[in-house]
């Protein structure tokens, strides 16, 4: 059985690129690649998967839909999934307990957790608004792996 623990041995070896899985309106699947890492989350602490994703992105709007998602981390033959329910909190998404405007630095947490650096955080911090990113926070259901 995989847990966090194995996510974050995992998540350096790729450079936090991860595939997320979102469900279509039509069962179907979609798939793409974005950065996640394992941070805690900032309600209520629990250890979660996080990513940023594009605000006006559809991959955000069918997660604001579905409200559950599946990242997959893998390093050659050795992977771990996490599926879940999200708490997606940005620009346009509040979330009870957390302040808004923390949004740019909770944004540069889960950069950093997924193993992103910048050298100019005020540059970072404007692009970030610019494309209305959006931090969204996986909590673990299931957790499998293999390796």
């Given at each position: 059985?995989?847990?966090?623990?194995?996510?974050e041995?995992?998540?350096?070896?790729?450079?936090?690129?991860?595939?997320?899985?979102?469900?279509?309106?039509?069962?179907?699947v979609?798939?793409?690649?974005?950065?996640?890492?394992?941070i805690?989350?900032?309600?209520?602490?629990?250890?979660?998967?996080?990513?940023?994703l594009?605000?006006?992105?559809?991959?955000?709007?069918?997660l604001?839909?579905?409200?559950?998602?599946?990242?997959?981390?893998?390093?050659?033959?050795?992977?771990?999934?996490?599926?879940?329910?999200?708490?997606?909190?940005?620009?346009?998404?509040?979330?009870?307990?957390?302040?808004?405007?923390?949004?740019?630095?909770?944004?540069?947490?889960?950069f950093?957790?997924?193993?992103g650096?910048?050298?100019?955080?005020?540059?970072?911090?404007?692009?970030?608004?610019?494309?209305g990113?959006?931090?969204?926070?996986?909590?673990?259901?299931?957790i499998?792996?293999?390796?």
């Amino acid at each position: 059985m995989a847990s966090l623990s194995d996510i974050e041995r995992l998540a350096p070896g790729e450079h936090g690129l991860v595939t997320i899985s979102v469900a279509r309106a039509d069962g179907s699947v979609h798939s793409s690649v974005v950065n996640a890492g394992v941070i805690d989350h900032p309600v209520t602490g629990e250890r979660v998967v996080a990513t940023v994703l594009r605000g006006p992105s559809w991959k955000l709007e069918r997660l604001r839909q579905t409200n559950r998602c599946t990242v997959l981390f893998r390093v050659s033959w050795d992977w771990a999934s996490v599926d879940g329910p999200v708490d997606i909190i940005g620009p346009n998404d509040t979330v009870d307990g957390f302040d808004q405007a923390e949004v740019p630095k909770l944004l540069r947490d889960v950069f950093s957790a997924a193993g992103g650096t910048h050298d100019d955080w005020d540059e970072y911090d404007r692009v970030m608004a610019e494309d209305g990113r959006t931090a969204v926070f996986i909590t673990p259901e299931r957790i499998q792996g293999r390796g």
